[in-house]
């Protein structure tokens, strides 16, 4: 599968984003064409400076992914994070399941 | 599940981390206790700075990962990583799939 990440910093005002994250941005998100899964994380820092929220956005494969990028419902799920108050980094690719 | 998430950065030499990667480090981490999914990705870049691989080990629940984090493989398996040439952040924590 391919994946879109998104690794938000901390917030400048915590509450406000988890209320708006919640309530505005994750149904903006699930509106995103051909998303098959949707999953967040506020992970626990072990070694360096962890982000603060990270969010994940699966789709089946390359063409579905980039479909989803240059959608209308990407520019507004896209301009919506960027008014959250956190800086963001995002990046995207097929992820390797390897066998264990 | 649980996930031990570590976002390597672009290495100092990229040919000799990804051989080493793939023919000594993936075997030693493949035998930590409890691990169910190990992912990989070599991410591109959308906004901000990308880490150059994200490697995933997940685990069924909190217990298993921090019985992992205690084992001597994990101890083994952090100080190869270490000795790979690349800054790395390393977090961990419940991944939470979204209803969508």
Redesign the interface.
């Known amino acids: 599968m391919h994946?879109?990440?998104i690794?938000y910093s901390t917030p400048t005002d915590p509450e406000t984003f988890e209320q708006r994250y919640r309530d505005e941005h994750?149904p903006l998100a699930?509106r995103l064409p051909g998303?098959?899964?949707?999953?967040?994380?506020?992970?626990?820092?072990?070694?360096?400076?962890?982000?603060y929220l990270?969010a994940e956005l699966w789709f089946d494969d390359a063409e579905s992914m980039k479909a989803a990028l240059k959608s209308p419902e990407m520019g507004e799920t896209g301009a919506h994070a960027a008014g959250l108050g956190a800086?963001?980094?995002?990046?995207?690719?097929?992820?390797?399941?390897?066998e264990?």
């Open positions: 994946r879109v990440t690794l994750v699930s998303l098959k899964r949707f999953a967040l994380s506020h992970p626990r820092a072990m070694q360096g400076d962890p982000p990270v800086d963001m980094v995002v990046f995207s690719g097929p992820v390797d399941e390897l264990i």
